[in-house]
């Protein structure tokens, strides 16, 4: 169990360019979720995958937001024309089908200039 | 209204006494609780998580659910300068295939030595 490994660890960008964030899920989990986490404020809900299918998006993600699981593994989130808003840590998590335990990566700090 | 609310702090308790951190949920149909510890600059760790009214133990940490008033909480007992973190409810709802976790903004816990 090497956990849950994101990259990159920092991003930062200029408002209007497009971003790519990468999440390595814990070998043996089907499931994996994609949060986000501003200052002061908990986790928010994104989207998840139950191995390569996505199975659930939040009503508050843009059409500028897409996230691939192309082969039930790792998975990428990717921001289109970056904007101020989206300056946050994205945090992926994982776990079992069966389980309640979601194993947290270290998240990618994201700023948008 | 938000869906789980909690005092964001900061509580500051004493080394070795009890530390009590609360939170409010709206969905009546929730299921499962959660709570989880976030050390500064760092991801979310499960702590407990608790399925039924009454309380659940585990060590120092002493997790209690009231259905009837959609309240839950976490005692944490002898509270030791490490406790010191964010401690972030969690809620996972019931209608259809929700799988998603909804976090409340957290309480930012100070143990003083």
């Known amino acids: 169990d090497t956990g849950v490994s994101q990259n990159p660890r920092h991003k930062i960008t200029k408002r209007g360019q497009n971003v790519t964030f990468r999440c390595d899920p814990i070998?043996?989990?089907?499931?994996l979720y994609w949060y986000r986490q501003t200052l002061g404020q908990g986790p928010e809900f994104l989207t998840y995958?139950?191995?390569?299918?996505?199975?659930?998006k939040s009503r508050l993600l843009s059409d500028r937001f897409s996230a691939e699981r192309p082969k039930g593994s790792f998975s990428t989130l990717e921001i289109q024309r970056t904007e101020q808003g989206d300056s946050a840590m994205y945090l992926c998590?994982?776990?079992?089908?069966?389980?309640?335990?979601?194993?947290f990566g270290s998240g990618t700090q994201l700023s948008v200039l | 209204q938000k869906e789980v609310e909690q005092n964001s702090g900061p509580l500051s308790v004493p080394e070795g006494a009890i530390a009590s951190l609360n939170c409010t949920y709206s969905?009546?149909?929730?299921?499962?609780f959660f709570w989880y510890r976030q050390y500064s600059g760092k991801s979310p760790e499960l702590i407990m998580f608790i399925y039924s009214n009454g309380d659940k133990e585990d060590g120092r940490f002493t997790a209690q659910l009231n259905k009837a008033s959609q309240y839950v909480s976490l005692l944490i007992r002898d509270s030791q300068p490490s406790d010191s973190a964010t401690y972030l409810c969690a809620v996972k709802r019931s209608s259809g295939s929700a799988r998603q976790l909804t976090f409340g903004s957290g309480t930012q816990l100070t143990v003083l030595p």
């Open positions: 995958f139950q191995n390569e299918a996505q199975l659930e």
């Open positions: 070998s043996e989990h089907n499931r």
């Open positions: 998590a994982s776990s079992l089908v069966q389980g309640e335990k979601l194993f």
């Open positions: 969905d009546r149909g929730s299921q499962s």
